[in-house]
């Protein structure tokens, strides 16, 4: 049974800093890519940011770029968001799903099989 758990969401103020986790389990780590995704209330789940099974692909939604860093240890099972200089239009729940070969589609929330239950991030101004 694959489980995907987010954690290290929270209240943070604008500028500041928060790490998301994804531990996984019940599945071959190192053999899935990774994405990060995010909804914020009354919108769609809208991509953040991916990386591949080796970590040397990484990908980010242009809202993010520059402030978001994505990374994984596989032998930990586990792939993190470092978000820094949040911004109110930042909050959001933030999911994160795994899928095996996504390639170029890593923006796809249909392309991966697998989510967490999300965690909520709160940016206030």
């Known amino acids: 049974q694959v489980q995907l758990v987010e954690s290290g969401g929270g209240l943070v103020q604008a500028g500041g800093s928060l790490r998301l986790s994804c531990a996984a389990s019940?599945?071959?780590?190192?053999?899935?890519?990774m994405g990060w995704f995010r909804q914020a209330p009354g919108k769609e789940r809208e991509f953040v940011a991916a990386i591949n099974w080796n970590g040397y692909a990484r990908n980010y939604a242009d809202s993010v770029k520059g402030r978001f860093t994505i990374s994984r240890d596989n032998a930990k099972n586990t792939v993190y968001l470092q978000m820094n200089s949040l911004k109110p239009e930042d909050t959001a729940d933030y999911y994160c799903a795994a899928e095996s070969g996504v390639g170029r589609n890593y923006y796809r929330t249909t392309r991966y099989h697998y989510w967490g239950q999300g965690t909520q991030v709160t940016v206030s101004s």
């Open positions: 019940g599945l071959t780590f190192s053999n899935y890519d």
